[in-house]
């Protein structure tokens, strides 16, 4: 079996019950959130936005805000041991605790999706401060991941109440990074389809794109992996499960290492994917190599592109084509010592899909890191 695009065989009969504007939030439990927050602004050019902590009357955790274009990321650390987000750290490492998503009304959006069977982790809550208010409420994802509801229409505030300014003096330039285009998670053997299920049923989202291990699939190891799209197609949620292959499958590896299910990465947007790339590396961040013999062919699969291909070629940039135009990609190695989180730099020309014509590549590129750590 092939790629399905289902996408346009449902029609848009149904209203959105859970109407998404985009991802507000990504939050990480990190063992250490102010070096954290240093190797985000260093790295990836993120700035200073907003803090959380004693000082603001948060006894028992620290949690910095930095801010890239649309791009948000929260960064918390506990000040004690014997809490939640401690017993987070000790079990994943640094990882992805919190996808949180734009909404208009989050205790509409709480509503819908627990009558619907979703888990709540959070009650519709209102935080006010001087500036207005925030509501948030939340669900339970896969593993010990979870969806917060962010209504922020009634607020002007920098971030949140609970939040002051972080100013700061060292402000590292932008790397060009845009938005979230897609986070993909990893969940267990048969996990796939329950998950699938579940963002179909709970949150509303379509099955738009489907990968099974004859997509995905190298001489030795194979995942297969379903893509979930909200319905004006702002929150995507690529679902992987491992497949059967003669060794270990890369999502084995990260559900070893992680201790269960969670976010495998995070794909952010770029305008100028060679720019972005180049900056990036010479701030330190490393990314896949694929073999140079890849671009030998390349051309001939996705046809002509805009880019000259040198410094796609220099950089380790891939390149894929669908219907609708094409794609650049490229992934980091994992942002932590645990083989778990990595990033996708991506930038679209047209292309709505995510690179299936380069998972072969990647993946052989990805088990020669594995096979490296001893976990092939
Ligand atoms: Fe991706």
């Not at 299920?197 to 992996?225: C, Q």
């Not at 590896?253 to 495998?264: I, K, M, T």
């Amino acid at each position: 079996m092939s790629t399905n695009i289902t996408s346009e065989n449902k029609t848009a009969t149904n209203i959105d019950f859970l109407p998404l504007s985009g991802t507000d939030y990504v939050e990480f439990y990190v063992g250490n959130a102010k070096q954290a927050a240093h190797f985000y602004k260093t790295a990836f050019g993120f700035e200073s936005l907003a803090y959380a902590g004693p000082e603001t009357g948060c006894m028992d955790k620290v949690s910095y805000v930095i801010r890239q274009n649309k791009l948000t990321f929260v960064l918390t650390t506990p000040l004690r041991t014997n809490n939640e987000i401690a017993d987070h750290i000790y079990k994943h490492g640094d990882g992805v605790k919190v996808l949180a998503l734009m909404v208009e009304d989050a205790a509409d959006a709480w509503k819908q999706t627990t009558s619907r069977g979703g888990k709540s982790c959070m009650e519709p809550t209102v935080l006010k401060d001087d500036n207005g208010e925030v509501v948030l409420s939340g669900i339970h994802t896969y593993g010990d991941t979870l969806h917060v509801f962010v209504e922020r229409k009634n607020y002007k505030g920098i971030f949140m109440p609970g939040f002051r300014k972080w100013e700061s003096s060292y402000n590292p330039p932008s790397t060009g990074l845009l938005y979230v285009d897609h986070c993909v998670g990893n969940v267990g053997w048969n996990q796939m389809n329950p998950w699938v299920k579940f963002y179909e049923d709970v949150m509303g989202f379509r099955n738009i794109l489907s990968f099974d291990d004859k997509d995905i699939s190298t001489e030795y190891s194979a995942l297969m992996s379903k893509v979930m799209s909200n319905g004006n197609g702002y929150v995507k949620f690529p679902i992987n499960e491992p497949a059967e292959g003669k060794k270990k499958s890369q999502v084995e590896e990260y559900l070893e290492f992680y201790n269960g299910e969670g976010v495998q990465h995070v794909a952010i947007a770029t305008a100028n994917i060679v720019e972005t790339v180049i900056d990036l590396q010479s701030r330190g961040i490393e990314f896949l190599k694929v073999p140079d013999s890849y671009y030998e062919t390349v051309l001939d699969r996705v046809g002509s592109i805009e880019e000259d291909l040198a410094p796609l070629r220099e950089l380790g940039i891939l390149i894929d084509r669908d219907d609708e135009g094409y794609l650049l990609q490229i992934f980091s190695k994992p942002l932590e010592d645990r083989p778990t989180l990595f990033f996708e730099i991506i930038q679209r020309k047209g292309a709505k899909s995510f690179g299936k014509g380069n998972f072969k590549a990647l993946f052989e590129a990805l088990e020669r890191e594995q096979d490296a750590r001893g976990n092939l």
